[in-house]
């Protein structure tokens, strides 16, 4: 349990010091993986989160599967 704590806290650390920009890039590359992938197509649930710090911001993958659910409801 430690060690796993332990990693969690450097890859925060690494995170945390990487440059908006960087962030940025990353995460429209995360997205653009998310909306390619043939289990976003066929996924009937999708959970997410709301991005704090650094963390990936997914932020439209949510705003497009908000779009989805309002076209087809």
Known sequence: MLQRKNYRNIYREVRNAMPQKVVTEKSKAIC??????????QAQVILAYYPLGKEVVCLSVLKQVLKDILWTV
């Open 32 to 41: 653009q993986y998310i909306f390619a992938s043939k289990e976003y197509e």
